[in-house]
Protein backbone atom coordinates (compact mmCIF):
# COMPACT_ATOMS: atom_id res chain seq x y z
CA UNK A 1 0.00 0.00 0.00
CA UNK A 2 1.35 3.62 -0.79
CA UNK A 3 0.94 6.23 1.87
CA UNK A 4 0.10 9.53 0.63
CA UNK A 5 1.57 12.26 3.42
CA UNK A 6 -0.39 14.74 4.60
CA UNK A 7 -1.61 17.44 1.77
CA UNK A 8 -1.17 20.73 3.14
CA UNK A 9 -3.03 24.04 2.76
CA UNK A 10 -0.52 25.70 0.97
CA UNK A 11 0.06 24.81 -2.50
CA UNK A 12 -2.86 21.87 -1.89
CA UNK A 13 -3.68 22.03 -6.13
CA UNK A 14 0.06 21.21 -7.09
CA UNK A 15 -0.14 18.45 -4.75
CA UNK A 16 -4.09 17.01 -5.80
CA UNK A 17 -2.12 17.08 -8.98
CA UNK A 18 0.42 14.81 -8.03
CA UNK A 19 -1.62 12.54 -6.06
CA UNK A 20 -3.65 12.03 -8.98
CA UNK A 21 -0.52 10.94 -11.36
CA UNK A 22 1.42 9.14 -8.82
CA UNK A 23 -0.47 7.70 -5.97
CA UNK A 24 -1.22 4.78 -8.00
CA UNK A 25 1.39 5.04 -11.31
CA UNK A 26 -1.34 6.47 -13.42
CA UNK A 27 -1.83 9.67 -15.11
CA UNK A 28 -5.33 11.41 -14.37
CA UNK A 29 -8.25 11.11 -16.52
CA UNK A 30 -11.29 13.19 -17.05
CA UNK A 31 -13.87 13.90 -14.73
CA UNK A 32 -16.74 11.56 -14.86
CA UNK A 33 -14.54 8.69 -15.87
CA UNK A 34 -13.08 5.51 -13.88
CA UNK A 35 -10.79 3.05 -15.87
CA UNK A 36 -11.07 0.77 -11.95
CA UNK A 37 -14.81 0.01 -13.22
CA UNK A 38 -13.99 -1.24 -16.08
CA UNK A 39 -10.84 -3.38 -14.41
CA UNK A 40 -12.17 -5.00 -11.75
CA UNK A 41 -11.72 -2.17 -9.22
CA UNK A 42 -8.25 -3.03 -8.53
CA UNK A 43 -7.57 0.49 -6.63
CA UNK A 44 -9.55 1.82 -3.67
CA UNK A 45 -8.57 4.78 -1.34
CA UNK A 46 -9.52 6.34 2.08
CA UNK A 47 -8.79 9.49 2.95
CA UNK A 48 -8.38 10.05 6.44
CA UNK A 49 -10.22 12.34 9.14
CA UNK A 50 -9.08 14.16 11.43
CA UNK A 51 -5.99 12.76 13.69
CA UNK A 52 -4.82 10.58 10.63
CA UNK A 53 -3.78 6.96 10.75
CA UNK A 54 -1.91 6.27 14.04
CA UNK A 55 -5.01 7.14 16.12
CA UNK A 56 -5.56 3.86 17.51
CA UNK A 57 -9.00 4.06 17.10
CA UNK A 58 -11.26 5.06 14.26
CA UNK A 59 -8.69 5.63 11.36
CA UNK A 60 -6.77 2.63 12.22
CA UNK A 61 -9.74 0.62 12.08
CA UNK A 62 -10.95 2.26 8.54
CA UNK A 63 -6.94 1.48 7.47
CA UNK A 64 -7.49 -1.94 8.05
CA UNK A 65 -10.17 -2.88 6.27
CA UNK A 66 -8.38 -1.29 3.40
CA UNK A 67 -4.99 -3.49 4.33
CA UNK A 68 -7.87 -6.66 4.15
CA UNK A 69 -9.13 -5.67 0.97
CA UNK A 70 -5.28 -5.94 -0.31
CA UNK A 71 -4.51 -8.91 1.50
CA UNK A 72 -8.05 -10.95 0.28
CA UNK A 73 -8.93 -9.00 -2.67
CA UNK A 74 -5.53 -7.92 -4.61
CA UNK A 75 -6.46 -4.32 -3.95
CA UNK A 76 -3.93 -1.86 -4.55
CA UNK A 77 -4.80 0.75 -1.86
CA UNK A 78 -4.05 4.38 -1.46
CA UNK A 79 -4.66 6.88 1.59
CA UNK A 80 -4.73 10.40 1.91
CA UNK A 81 -4.31 12.23 5.10
CA UNK A 82 -5.90 15.24 6.52
CA UNK A 83 -4.07 18.48 6.88
CA UNK A 84 -4.37 20.60 10.11
CA UNK A 85 -7.33 23.39 10.07
CA UNK A 86 -8.62 22.36 6.46
CA UNK A 87 -11.78 23.30 4.82
CA UNK A 88 -14.57 21.55 2.14
CA UNK A 89 -12.44 23.41 -0.76
CA UNK A 90 -8.95 20.89 0.71
CA UNK A 91 -11.01 17.68 0.84
CA UNK A 92 -12.73 18.41 -2.18
CA UNK A 93 -9.12 18.58 -3.64
CA UNK A 94 -8.26 15.28 -2.24
CA UNK A 95 -10.94 12.98 -2.96
CA UNK A 96 -11.04 14.72 -7.06
CA UNK A 97 -7.03 13.59 -7.13
CA UNK A 98 -8.01 9.87 -5.34
CA UNK A 99 -10.78 9.91 -7.98
CA UNK A 100 -8.68 10.86 -11.32
CA UNK A 101 -6.27 8.71 -10.24
CA UNK A 102 -8.42 5.46 -10.85
CA UNK A 103 -9.61 4.34 -7.31
CA UNK A 104 -12.66 3.02 -7.04
CA UNK A 105 -14.28 3.14 -4.32
CA UNK A 106 -13.11 6.23 -2.88
CA UNK A 107 -13.79 6.33 0.92
CA UNK A 108 -14.17 9.46 3.43
CA UNK A 109 -13.76 8.51 6.76
CA UNK A 110 -15.94 10.77 8.74
CA UNK A 111 -18.66 13.04 8.47
CA UNK A 112 -16.48 15.92 7.64
CA UNK A 113 -16.43 14.44 4.31
CA UNK A 114 -19.98 15.08 3.80
CA UNK A 115 -20.37 18.00 1.34
CA UNK A 116 -16.86 16.79 -0.31
CA UNK A 117 -18.10 13.99 -1.33
CA UNK A 118 -21.70 15.13 -2.51
CA UNK A 119 -19.57 17.38 -4.94
CA UNK A 120 -17.12 14.68 -6.30
CA UNK A 121 -19.75 12.22 -6.65
CA UNK A 122 -21.60 14.12 -9.15
CA UNK A 123 -18.11 14.70 -10.95
CA UNK A 124 -17.09 11.15 -11.18
CA UNK A 125 -20.54 9.10 -11.51
CA UNK A 126 -18.86 5.97 -12.32
CA UNK A 127 -17.13 6.01 -9.22
CA UNK A 128 -18.37 5.09 -6.07
CA UNK A 129 -17.79 7.23 -3.17
CA UNK A 130 -17.86 5.73 0.62
CA UNK A 131 -19.07 8.19 3.51
CA UNK A 132 -18.59 7.07 7.17
CA UNK A 133 -20.93 8.20 9.88
CA UNK A 134 -22.94 10.23 7.70
CA UNK A 135 -26.49 9.57 5.81
CA UNK A 136 -27.01 13.63 5.19
CA UNK A 137 -25.76 13.33 1.76
CA UNK A 138 -26.80 11.03 -0.74
CA UNK A 139 -26.45 10.07 -4.32
CA UNK A 140 -26.86 7.09 -6.61
CA UNK A 141 -22.72 6.31 -5.99
CA UNK A 142 -22.50 7.07 -2.66
CA UNK A 143 -22.87 4.63 0.22
CA UNK A 144 -23.46 5.75 3.50
CA UNK A 145 -21.64 3.61 6.27
CA UNK A 146 -23.50 3.85 9.21
CA UNK A 147 -23.45 2.56 12.57
CA UNK A 148 -25.65 2.79 15.95
CA UNK A 149 -23.06 3.83 18.05
CA UNK A 150 -25.97 4.60 20.67
CA UNK A 151 -25.92 0.58 20.94
CA UNK A 152 -22.70 -0.05 21.70
CA UNK A 153 -22.34 2.78 23.93
CA UNK A 154 -25.39 1.53 26.44
CA UNK A 155 -23.46 -1.73 26.80
CA UNK A 156 -20.50 0.26 27.87
CA UNK A 157 -22.36 2.28 30.43
CA UNK A 158 -23.98 -0.96 31.78
CA UNK A 159 -20.23 -1.77 32.33
CA UNK A 160 -19.17 0.88 33.95
CA UNK A 161 -21.67 0.98 36.37
CA UNK A 162 -21.09 -2.54 37.01
CA UNK A 163 -17.24 -1.62 37.99
CA UNK A 164 -17.52 1.48 39.10
CA UNK A 165 -16.86 1.54 42.67
CA UNK A 166 -17.72 4.87 43.96
CA UNK A 167 -20.93 5.54 41.31
CA UNK A 168 -18.79 7.88 39.69
CA UNK A 169 -18.11 7.34 35.97
CA UNK A 170 -16.98 9.95 33.49
CA UNK A 171 -17.72 10.59 30.00
CA UNK A 172 -15.79 12.28 27.36
CA UNK A 173 -16.64 14.07 23.77
CA UNK A 174 -13.97 15.07 21.53
CA UNK A 175 -16.16 17.59 19.90
CA UNK A 176 -19.57 18.37 20.70
CA UNK A 177 -21.59 16.96 17.88
CA UNK A 178 -24.34 15.24 16.92
CA UNK A 179 -22.37 11.99 16.18
CA UNK A 180 -20.86 12.03 19.49
CA UNK A 181 -24.19 12.91 21.27
CA UNK A 182 -24.92 9.70 20.38
CA UNK A 183 -22.08 7.71 22.41
CA UNK A 184 -22.99 10.34 25.13
CA UNK A 185 -26.72 8.95 25.46
CA UNK A 186 -26.12 5.66 24.90
CA UNK A 187 -23.42 5.66 27.75
CA UNK A 188 -25.36 7.37 30.28
CA UNK A 189 -28.79 5.67 29.37
CA UNK A 190 -26.88 2.37 30.25
CA UNK A 191 -25.09 3.44 33.14
CA UNK A 192 -28.61 4.62 34.70
CA UNK A 193 -30.13 1.76 33.95
CA UNK A 194 -27.86 -0.48 36.17
CA UNK A 195 -27.71 1.76 38.89
CA UNK A 196 -29.75 4.90 38.88
CA UNK A 197 -28.19 6.41 41.78
CA UNK A 198 -24.94 6.60 39.58
CA UNK A 199 -23.41 10.05 38.90
CA UNK A 200 -21.81 10.36 35.41
CA UNK A 201 -19.40 13.39 34.74
CA UNK A 202 -19.41 14.39 30.91
CA UNK A 203 -17.29 16.88 29.18
CA UNK A 204 -16.84 18.01 25.38
CA UNK A 205 -13.15 18.92 24.82
CA UNK A 206 -13.60 21.51 22.03
CA UNK A 207 -17.22 22.88 20.32
CA UNK A 208 -17.12 22.79 16.31
CA UNK A 209 -15.63 24.63 14.50
CA UNK A 210 -12.81 23.75 16.19
CA UNK A 211 -11.97 20.29 16.42
CA UNK A 212 -8.88 19.65 18.26
CA UNK A 213 -10.85 17.46 19.87
CA UNK A 214 -10.08 14.71 17.91
CA UNK A 215 -6.78 14.72 17.22
CA UNK A 216 -4.52 16.30 20.31
CA UNK A 217 -4.14 13.40 23.53
CA UNK A 218 -3.20 16.58 25.66
CA UNK A 219 -6.83 17.48 25.98
CA UNK A 220 -7.86 14.27 26.79
CA UNK A 221 -5.48 13.72 29.08
CA UNK A 222 -6.27 16.85 31.00
CA UNK A 223 -10.34 16.06 30.56
CA UNK A 224 -9.73 12.80 32.34
CA UNK A 225 -7.67 14.05 35.46
CA UNK A 226 -10.33 16.54 36.44
CA UNK A 227 -13.05 13.97 36.12
CA UNK A 228 -10.33 11.35 38.11
CA UNK A 229 -10.13 14.30 40.69
CA UNK A 230 -13.58 14.29 41.25
CA UNK A 231 -14.02 10.61 42.01
CA UNK A 232 -14.46 8.75 38.44
CA UNK A 233 -13.08 5.33 38.29
CA UNK A 234 -14.83 4.92 34.54
CA UNK A 235 -13.86 6.85 31.91
CA UNK A 236 -15.02 6.64 28.09
CA UNK A 237 -14.10 8.38 25.96
CA UNK A 238 -15.59 9.01 22.27
CA UNK A 239 -12.42 11.58 20.79
CA UNK A 240 -10.39 9.66 18.33
CA UNK A 241 -6.96 10.16 19.06
CA UNK A 242 -7.46 12.52 22.19
CA UNK A 243 -8.89 10.05 23.70
CA UNK A 244 -5.25 8.49 24.02
CA UNK A 245 -4.56 10.88 26.40
CA UNK A 246 -7.83 9.84 28.14
CA UNK A 247 -6.75 6.43 28.60
CA UNK A 248 -2.98 7.29 29.65
CA UNK A 249 -4.30 9.57 32.90
CA UNK A 250 -6.72 6.82 33.35
CA UNK A 251 -4.41 4.19 34.07
CA UNK A 252 -2.11 6.12 36.02
CA UNK A 253 -4.14 6.75 38.39
CA UNK A 254 -5.19 2.46 38.73
CA UNK A 255 -8.98 3.40 37.17
CA UNK A 256 -10.94 1.46 34.36
CA UNK A 257 -10.63 3.37 31.21
CA UNK A 258 -13.15 2.11 28.35
CA UNK A 259 -12.07 2.57 24.22
CA UNK A 260 -14.06 3.48 21.12
CA UNK A 261 -14.08 2.31 18.15
CA UNK A 262 -11.28 -0.15 17.92
CA UNK A 263 -10.58 -2.83 20.00
CA UNK A 264 -8.06 -0.31 22.20
CA UNK A 265 -6.74 -2.89 24.47
CA UNK A 266 -5.19 -4.61 21.24
CA UNK A 267 -3.41 -1.06 19.68
CA UNK A 268 0.16 -1.47 19.86
CA UNK A 269 0.28 2.70 20.78
CA UNK A 270 -1.60 1.97 23.75
CA UNK A 271 0.30 -1.37 24.97
CA UNK A 272 1.62 0.51 27.99
CA UNK A 273 -1.97 1.50 29.41
CA UNK A 274 -3.72 -1.98 28.23
CA UNK A 275 -4.70 -3.65 31.17
CA UNK A 276 -6.00 -0.60 32.38
CA UNK A 277 -8.50 -0.70 29.06
CA UNK A 278 -11.44 -2.53 30.71
CA UNK A 279 -13.13 -2.84 27.58
CA UNK A 280 -14.31 -0.90 23.97
CA UNK A 281 -16.74 -0.01 22.27
CA UNK A 282 -16.20 -1.43 18.66
CA UNK A 283 -17.32 -0.06 15.32
CA UNK A 284 -17.26 -2.31 12.44
CA UNK A 285 -15.56 -0.04 10.54
CA UNK A 286 -12.71 -2.02 9.34
CA UNK A 287 -15.87 -4.64 7.70
CA UNK A 288 -17.57 -1.57 6.19
CA UNK A 289 -14.72 -0.72 4.66
CA UNK A 290 -13.67 -4.19 3.23
CA UNK A 291 -17.40 -4.88 2.33
CA UNK A 292 -17.56 -1.64 -0.17
CA UNK A 293 -14.33 -2.49 -1.82
CA UNK A 294 -15.39 -6.17 -2.38
CA UNK A 295 -18.99 -5.13 -3.69
CA UNK A 296 -17.66 -2.84 -6.17
CA UNK A 297 -15.07 -5.24 -7.06
CA UNK A 298 -17.26 -7.71 -7.90
CA UNK A 299 -19.69 -5.41 -10.33
CA UNK A 300 -22.46 -4.89 -7.54
CA UNK A 301 -21.72 -1.63 -5.47
CA UNK A 302 -23.47 -0.96 -2.19
CA UNK A 303 -25.28 2.42 -2.46
CA UNK A 304 -27.58 4.55 -0.44
CA UNK A 305 -27.61 3.30 3.72
CA UNK A 306 -25.39 0.50 5.19
CA UNK A 307 -26.27 0.28 8.57
CA UNK A 308 -24.34 -1.84 11.52
CA UNK A 309 -25.98 -2.41 14.78
CA UNK A 310 -26.02 -4.51 17.51
CA UNK A 311 -27.94 -7.46 15.78
CA UNK A 312 -25.20 -7.67 13.30
CA UNK A 313 -22.09 -7.13 15.79
CA UNK A 314 -21.69 -4.18 13.33
CA UNK A 315 -21.22 -2.43 17.06
CA UNK A 316 -20.31 -4.25 20.71
CA UNK A 317 -17.99 -4.79 23.33
CA UNK A 318 -14.38 -6.27 23.11
CA UNK A 319 -13.64 -8.79 25.67
CA UNK A 320 -10.15 -8.79 25.34
CA UNK A 321 -8.60 -8.02 28.95
CA UNK A 322 -8.54 -11.14 30.78
CA UNK A 323 -9.56 -8.75 33.88
CA UNK A 324 -13.06 -8.14 31.55
CA UNK A 325 -13.57 -11.86 31.41
CA UNK A 326 -13.22 -12.68 34.87
CA UNK A 327 -16.33 -10.47 35.69
CA UNK A 328 -19.02 -12.96 35.52
CA UNK A 329 -21.56 -10.58 36.91
CA UNK A 330 -20.38 -7.22 34.53
CA UNK A 331 -20.69 -9.93 31.70
CA UNK A 332 -24.10 -11.17 32.33
CA UNK A 333 -25.39 -7.80 32.74
CA UNK A 334 -23.99 -7.02 29.19
CA UNK A 335 -25.19 -9.60 27.43
CA UNK A 336 -29.07 -9.04 29.41
CA UNK A 337 -28.73 -5.69 27.71
CA UNK A 338 -27.33 -6.62 24.55
CA UNK A 339 -30.35 -9.20 24.31
CA UNK A 340 -32.75 -6.65 25.20
CA UNK A 341 -32.10 -4.07 22.77
CA UNK A 342 -31.91 -6.63 19.61
CA UNK A 343 -35.41 -7.79 20.88
CA UNK A 344 -36.64 -4.59 21.35
CA UNK A 345 -36.73 -4.31 24.61
CA UNK A 346 -34.83 -1.48 25.11
CA UNK A 347 -34.90 1.57 22.87
CA UNK A 348 -31.64 3.14 23.19
CA UNK A 349 -31.58 7.33 23.09
CA UNK A 350 -29.51 8.90 20.37
CA UNK A 351 -29.44 12.22 22.37
CA UNK A 352 -28.94 12.77 25.73
Same mark, same amino acid.
Do not use: H
Given at each position: ????????????????????????? $????????? *?? =??????????????????????????? %???????? &??? /??????? *???? %? #????? /?????????????????????????? &???????? $??????????????? @???????? &?????????????????? #??? #??? !??? &???????? %??????? /?????????????????????????? *??????????????????????? +??? +? =???? %?????? !???????? =???? @????????????????????????????? =?? $?????????????????? /????????????????????????????????????? *?
Amino acid at each position: MRRITRITTVGIASAALALSATACG $KSSTDAGSS *PS =SSAGATKAAIAYDIGGRGDQSFNDAAY %EGLKKAES &ELG /VKGAEAE *PSEG %E #GDADK /VQRLTALARAGNNPVIGVGFAYAPAI &EKVAKAYP $KTTFGLIDDTSKTGP @NIANLVFN &EEQGSYLAGVAAAKASKT #GKV #GFI !GGV &EVPLIKKF %EAGFVQG /VKATNPKATVLTQYLTQPPNFDGFSK *PDLGKAAAQGQLDKGADVIYAAA +GLA +G =SGAI %EATSKA !GKWAIGVD =SDQY @NQKGLAAYKDSILTSVTKDVSDSVFNLIK =SV $KDGKPQTGEIRYGLATDG /VGLADSNPAYKKMTDLIAAVDQAKKDIVDGKITVKTT *P
